[in-house]
């Protein structure tokens, strides 16, 4: 089955740190660009960072860079968010998304979600 | 970037047709044909329902429809069924640094 399934999110302290991870199945993981996009409770859907195929080329919304950093291990079929420095408004539900590729090229549309995982920073 | 400006709600009876818009600038929505669609039910993952402004994925209805003109972005839901209740979020590439940006959502009810 077509798949991505996203771990890692729970309760951290504001200036803290958590590291996300999105296991994907059923594709060529590898042949893709991937991306996080995150929702906070009630609010609407923003992306937040990108990474192309052998993670060579990575792009951040301007309030999560320098303290998110998004990789990948394309042997373990998987996608992480590193995040630091945590802040109350990141408090989100954070999607793992496929981004529409065709050979090297990105197509500007997600055609595979993960269901998310919740991250809560506060005190 | 600000969020692309969509109508907080709209709503229909069963069997109608409704019109969503989604308004952005000449650097998103008025510059590129990569306008998506996604519906969004309560406690789920967004689903894709239209790509690069008119197209639908394999399996989704065609009962939903997109098009563009200028700045301005509109999905149709024809024949509006009680499952089409949502929230409705278009995107669109930006050459704005944040490469993405998504609109600000519209609740979809069925009178």
């Known amino acids: 089955e077509v798949q991505l399934v996203e771990s890692g999110g729970g309760l951290v302290q504001p200036g803290g740190s958590l590291r996300l991870s999105c296991a994907a199945s059923?594709?060529?993981?590898?042949?893709?660009?991937m991306s996080w996009v995150r929702q906070a409770p009630g609010k609407g859907l923003e992306w937040v960072a990108n990474?192309?195929?052998?993670?060579?080329?990575?792009y951040y919304v301007d309030s999560v860079k320098g303290r998110f950093t998004i990789s990948r291990d394309n042997a373990k079929n998987s996608l992480y968010l590193q995040m630091n420095s945590l802040r109350a408004e990141d408090t989100a539900v954070y999607y793992c998304?496929?981004?529409?590729?065709?050979?090297?090229?990105?197509?500007?549309?997600?055609?595979?979600w993960g269901r998310g995982t919740l991250v809560t920073v506060s005190s | 970037q600000s969020a692309l400006t969509q109508p907080a709600s709209v709503s229909g009876s069963p069997g109608q047709s409704i019109t969503i818009s989604c308004t952005g600038t000449?650097?998103?929505?008025?510059?590129?044909?990569?306008v998506s669609w996604y519906q969004q039910h309560p406690g789920k993952a967004p689903k894709l329902m239209i790509y690069?402004?008119?197209n639908r994925p394999s399996g989704v209805p065609d009962r939903f429809s997109g098009s563009k003109s200028g700045n301005t972005a509109s999905l149709t839901i024809s024949g509006l069924q009680a499952e089409d209740e949502a929230d409705y979020y278009c995107?669109?590439?930006?050459?704005?640094?944040?490469?993405?940006?998504f609109g600000t959502g519209t609740k979809v009810t069925v009178l």
């Open positions: 690069e402004v008119s």
């Open positions: 998304a496929r981004d529409k590729t065709i050979f090297a090229a990105l197509y500007w549309y997600f055609d595979l």
């Open positions: 990474i192309k195929q052998d993670g060579s080329e990575k």
């Open positions: 059923g594709f060529t993981f590898s042949s893709y660009w």
């Open positions: 000449s650097s998103d929505v008025g510059g590129y044909n990569y």
């Open positions: 995107s669109s590439y930006t050459s704005s640094s944040t490469l993405y940006v």
